[in-house]
């Protein structure tokens, strides 16, 4: 089993920057690739960007790239995404997600094991 708390959502302007967290304890953090996803109202939860195991490989999709950045410290089993250039339709709840799987480009919600409870991040324009 494992539990993940996030934090670091908030209110921001279009064009700033905002960094959310994820704790994570239980079993080995370093056991589990770790991914972002968010959820506006009224759409279907969404893959944002994905870190594997030991934290050299990324993934993000293509709606971020280039502003987002996704990171994790495996001493202090936390996971990071670094948001950028935020634009409006960046408002969402943001999820971070934990799965046994291998591959840390895994964008189907289904195929993770373990959730948070979210942070709303809202950008105003």
């Known amino acids: 089993q494992v539990q993940l708390v996030e934090s670091g959502g908030g209110l921001v302007q279009a064009g700033g920057s905002l960094r959310v967290s994820c704790v994570a304890s239980g079993r080995t953090f370093s056991s589990y690739a770790m991914a972002w996803f968010r959820q506006a109202p009224g759409k279907e939860r969404e893959f944002v960007a994905g870190?594997?195991?030991?934290?050299?490989?990324?993934y993000y999709v293509d709606s971020v790239k280039g502003r987002f950045t996704i990171s994790r410290d495996n001493i202090k089993n936390t996971l990071y995404l670094q948001m950028d250039t935020l634009v409006p339709e960046d408002t969402a709840v943001y999820y971070c997600?934990?799965?046994?799987?291998?591959?840390?480009?895994?964008?189907?919600?289904?195929?993770?094991?373990?959730w948070g409870q979210g942070t709303q991040v809202t950008v105003s324009s």
């Open positions: 997600a934990a799965t046994s799987r291998t591959y840390y480009s895994d964008t189907l919600p289904s195929n993770y094991d373990w």
């Open positions: 870190v594997s195991r030991s934290g050299t490989g990324e």
